[in-house]
């Protein structure tokens, strides 16, 4: 007889994918190890609203994909519409949930753009049922990616049928080893960035796809912006998955106090390829809530936010880091609105048009300099207005220095040269004549100032207080488009 915390915790519902029968075992729930309330009969009204608004009902979907993409469709189909009458609100999809094919040509062949009929058909079936869905891996064809080669896209439509977030897998998996060869490389371009975080019925979501789990960077990144949960949607080889898909799981789970989610491809797919399953929910804690085993279906696991923040104030790994030690990783940021979609940059004391702006990262912004000492000399500047780089947040430094470099290459390639000056003139005294955090960068050559090297840091102290001629408006857009270009991806 199961007492009534058990029956408070995850029942765990595999479903047949071809009786479509319930099949629920009540001796192997296991427990999340927590002392989690029970809800006693006199709670009032008021409360258990409250309590049972912490809480969301979510499902992993388990599949072997093959090439006919209706087919795959029509199985995540019925999973999707079984878990809504279950009370789930969200929904995780695997990597490679439109199709696997059995060579680079076919799955070229099969591939289809965001906007194609198969994610019309998926926005449509999460606008219908009221449903988020994560739809982990499509094979995104893009105009601009190279010939033959598509995008691992993992998709987020939200319960209107929205795509709110698209993240492009940024870790390509490239095994070749005897009686195994998967190389994702072949077939497969490489996303730019870690994507920021899905606000949804269940908290903060981070993206990840597959091979990105054995990045535990990838995860901190995530985690130190706010996720509640990660998640990994997975097509794992056989070898791996038996030796590694667990330990790693449980593993970013611990480490980041967090659920995660991870969704996964199952059997034989081709005659080349099979996938190890075991689709599973874990908690904060390190435990499976739910798993599907290695037969087609979903499980049904509960997101439980007090249950997290009683993991999380028990251990509080967060504020006991010693990053200056062994390194800062700056965390998944939000979304930042495009160079244009604002008109001016604060500057100090003055604006900087956005036409005048050539990059833009989470923390950081590069621009022309209207008083350049030498052609081709730009500022890198933080995009919070701060006095002083001693101010500047650890992301805030690690950012501004990666945006340096990058400009510096693009800049000295630019200037067909392979020397730099990059300074920081911190503070009044130091020359510092706008009060906001910068960093010259300027291109250098053996006959600067008559071969007068070191003649560029009177020249830097001195040549804004000068009242020659700057650059035009025209010129400086101009000159910011042209290095535009360099960054476009």
């Not at 007492?3 to 099949?23: E, G, T, Y």
């Not at 906007?115 to 079936?125: A, E, F």
């Not at 130190?224 to 990994?232: Q, W």
Request: net charge positive.
């Amino acid at each position: 007889m199961l007492s009534n915390l058990n029956r408070l915790l995850l029942i765990n519902i595999a479903r047949s994918d071809l009786s479509k029968c319930v099949s629920i075992n009540l001796q192997t729930i296991i427990k999340q190890p927590t002392n989690l309330r029970i809800m006693s009969t006199n709670t009032s009204t008021a409360n258990q609203s409250k309590e049972k608004s912490k809480k969301c009902l979510v499902a992993v979907c388990q599949h072997t994909s093959k090439a006919n993409k209706n087919e795959n469709y029509s199985v995540f189909e019925d999973q999707i519409k079984s878990a809504q009458k279950d009370g789930c609100k969200m929904m995780f999809l695997p990597e490679c949930f439109d199709f696997i094919g059995e060579s680079k040509k076919v799955t070229f062949e099969l591939a289809e753009t965001i906007d194609g009929p198969l994610i019309t058909n998926y926005r449509k079936l999460a606008s219908d049922l009221k449903v988020w869905l994560f739809l982990g891996g499509m094979h995104e064809r893009r105009a601009e990616n190279p010939d033959n080669k598509v995008s691992n896209a993992h998709i987020v439509i939200n319960d209107h049928g929205e795509i709110v977030q698209v993240y492009r897998k940024l870790h390509l998996f490239n095994l070749d080893i005897p009686g195994t060869r998967l190389v994702e490389s072949d077939f497969s371009v490489a996303g730019d960035r870690v994507q920021s975080l899905v606000q949804t019925p269940a908290g903060k979501v981070g993206l990840g796809i597959c091979y990105d789990l054995r990045f535990p960077e990838f995860a901190i990144s995530m985690a130190k912006a706010g996720a509640s949960i990660l998640t990994y949607p997975s097509s794992f080889t056989v070898k791996t998955g038996l030796a590694h898909w667990e330990a790693l799981l449980k593993a970013r789970a611990i480490e980041n106090q967090c659920y995660v989610i991870a969704a996964a491809q199952n059997g034989i797919h081709n005659e080349k390829r099979s996938s190890y399953g075991h689709a599973m929910i874990i908690c904060p804690w390190g435990s499976i809530i739910a798993q599907v085993g290695d037969k087609s279906g979903y499980a049904i696991g509960e997101i439980d936010f007090n249950y997290l923040e009683n993991v999380r104030s028990r251990l509080p790994v967060w504020t006991d880091r010693k990053p200056e030690c062994y390194g800062y990783i700056i965390s998944a940021k939000e979304d930042q609105r495009g160079i244009d979609e604002q008109s001016e940059y604060k500057f100090g004391q003055v604006n900087v048009k956005s036409s005048q702006v050539f990059l833009k990262t989470n923390y950081s912004y590069a621009f022309v300099n209207h008083r350049p000492v030498l052609r081709n000399h730009v500022l890198v500047s933080s995009l919070r207005e701060v006095k002083k780089f001693t101010e500047l947040t650890s992301d805030e430094v690690s950012d501004l220095f990666n945006t340096v470099q990058k400009v510096q290459r693009v800049i000295e390639k630019d200037s067909n040269t392979n020397s730099s000056t990059i300074c920081i003139q911190d503070g009044k005294d130091a020359g510092q004549s706008i009060e906001h955090v910068h960093v010259h960068i300027l291109p250098r050559s053996k006959d600067d100032f008559g071969g007068k090297i070191d003649k560029i840091y009177e020249e830097l102290q001195t040549h804004d207080k000068k009242s020659g001629p700057v650059l035009s408006d025209q010129v400086m857009a101009e000159q910011a488009q042209h290095l535009r270009n360099y960054f476009k991806s």
